[in-house]
């Protein structure tokens, strides 16, 4: 920079950030003496239209925002260059380091730790997601969150994108690799998009592998044998991370709801049930039953207050003697896969009872949206979360 000072107040201090036709830097507000950070924009012949519509955008969104973990709107004004002009943010300092820094000096947090994270930035999204229009961060990642003061930041609001109406589309393709959802690729946005954004984040930092790194189960991430975390806190970082919106937690409030209960079953997100089932369910406070049909008969499990009991019937009659436990025996539910190939996925269900297992499933083998529906229906109604393997 020609000058160093800005805007007839700042003072820079260095440089932090360049890219083509701008400038991030670090400077002291000589009213305040307080650090700040400059955003400029160049304004010349090869500025991208979507560069300066972005830019505008970030300025007027943090004119609007007040919250302890988004750095604060303090100024806009124009720059003289030598040969054109430029625009200037100007937004509070934040002197921390990023969770990208942690990573890359070897620093892995634990389970407790990213929980603490996950609902430091759950509580920001809500607040985002909350506005009138609801405001999309849409490049959530770990250079973006900083730890300051035992406190975390949300900072970096450059890709942000305000949805009014039902329009949750966009001209303009923004994001990081590895921590977009597959909707952001086609311009789309919603409150979802930066939920998968953040789990993706967080894997990052219990890890140190980059998202685009970890295995995946057919289209789905895989994180079962990747770190020691806790099975529900496994799930639950699955489903903020699924590719189908669908199946993908909703709101930030749902995730943090499900977060603080230790799992996603838990928090009323009801799974429908697939219109084309032969699945028989019925339940009250007290009791439930379930049937699953097989090509000469039926499974049958049935819980009430005392006992659970599982009985296979065919063609009308008991096949077997039925398998039973008391019902306060029943500690787990697994939802089991053992094909990779989501198409062809050998799955069940499996409630546990003490050292009984209750093995529902099949035959036919039921579908995935069978049992995604049932996994929710038996969590939700016994209050145990979903244990994925």
Known sequence: MVSQILGDRYEVERQIGKQTGRWTLLARDMTTQEQVIIKLLVLDEELDWDDLKLFEREVEILKSLSHPAIPRYLDFFEHSLPNDRAIALVRSHIDGRSLQQLVLQGRRLTETETKQVAKAMLLVLDYLHGQPSPIIHRDIKP????????????????SVKALSGNNDTAFTVVGTYGYMPPEQ????????SD?????????????GTHPSSLPRRGIKFDLTGVTSLSPEFTDWLE??????????????????????HGGRRLTGAAIAKPSDTKVWLTKDTNSLELLIPSRLGQLQLQIDPQQISLISKRLGFQSSRPLTAPRQ???????????????????????????QKFELRGNPLLTQEELEWLAFELATWLKLPVTRL
Not at 195 to 207: E, F, I, R
Not at 239 to 260: F, V, Y
């Open 143 to 158: 250079s973006n969150i900083l730890l300051a003061n035992r406190q975390l930041y949300l900072i970096d609001f450059g």
């Open 185 to 192: 690729f086609s311009g789309r946005a919603i409150p979802a």
């Open 195 to 207: 939920l998968y954004s953040l789990g993706a984040t967080l894997v990052t930092v219990l890890t």
């Open 239 to 260: 489903w903020l991370m699924e590719p189908n919106l669908e199946h993908r937690a909703k709101s930030a409030q749902e995730a943090l709801q499900a977060l603080e």
């Open 329 to 355: 025996a029943i500690h787990k539910l697994e939802y089991r896969r053992t094909a990779t190939d989501e198409q062809d996925a050998d799955a069940q269900l499996i409630l546990w009872a003490g050292d």
